[in-house]
């Protein structure tokens, strides 16, 4: 959790970014196969895979990866 947003993965193969407060979907993004807790820092959320991929999503305001 970062700037009051939760980041985390689910059994759908996305990682999805809500806010804490209210619980509203910010976006979703699928991943490749099965993946780590994904990690924020310097305002980009890293995940990797199982696929032995490495992604990471800008969190830039307002975007959506």
């Known amino acids: 959790m970062a700037n009051g ?4 993965g689910s059994y ?4 999805h970014a809500l806010e804490a407060a209210t619980g509203h979907q910010l976006w ?5 196969g099965e993946f780590t807790t994904p990690a924020v820092a310097d305002g980009v959320v890293y995940a990797g895979s ?8 800008a969190l830039s305001p307002g975007s959506r990866p």
Do not use: K, M, T
């Open 28 to 32: 979703s993004s699928p991943v490749s």
């Open 5 to 8: 947003v939760a980041y985390f």
């Open 50 to 57: 199982a696929d032995h991929a490495l992604y990471a999503f």
């Open 12 to 15: 759908d193969g996305s990682v």
